[in-house]
C-alpha cells in the first residue's frame, strides 16, 4: 500500500492538468493507496478556496473517491461521518474535529464561547 498526497488526490478528482492527471490516474489504478484526514482536509480546503468548487460538488467527489476498490480512508467511519456533516452544511475541518472525539464522552466545542 502507498500514501498519497493532495496532490494526486486533485489531479485524479479534477483531471485539469495534462501531464499529472492522467499519471494519478494510474497511480491510484495499479495501487492499493491510502489517504489520510489531513490530506483530505486540504483537498476540500483547495476545492473550496483556490478552485471555488460548490459543497455538493465536493461531496461527490469525495464520495467518488471512498467509492474506489484500491483507496482506503484513514479511520474512514469516522471521516465518513464528517463528510456527512460537511454535506450537511458544517465546516469541513470543524466537521473532522467533531467525527473524530464524537462519542469519548464529551461535549465538543468548535469556537470559544460556543
Do not use: H
Amino acid at each position: 500500500m502507498i500514501g498519497i498526497d493532495t496532490n494526486i488526490v486533485l489531479r485524479y478528482l479534477l483531471k485539469d492538468d495534462p501531464a499529472l492527471s492522467p499519471r494519478a490516474l494510474e497511480i491510484i489504478a495499479a495501487n492499493d493507496c491510502f489517504v489520510t484526514r489531513d490530506a483530505l482536509t486540504e483537498v476540500v480546503y483547495t476545492l473550496e478556496s483556490y478552485y471555488s468548487s460548490p459543497r455538493a460538488q465536493i461531496g461527490r467527489a469525495l464520495d467518488a473517491l471512498f467509492s474506489l476498490r484500491r483507496v482506503s480512508i484513514e479511520d474512514r467511519a469516522v471521516t465518513e461521518r464528517a463528510v456527512s456533516w460537511y454535506k450537511a452544511g458544517m465546516d469541513f475541518g470543524d466537521a473532522m474535529i467533531a467525527a473524530s472525539v464524537d462519542g469519548c464522552g464529551s461535549g465538543v466545542i468548535l469556537k470559544p464561547g460556543a
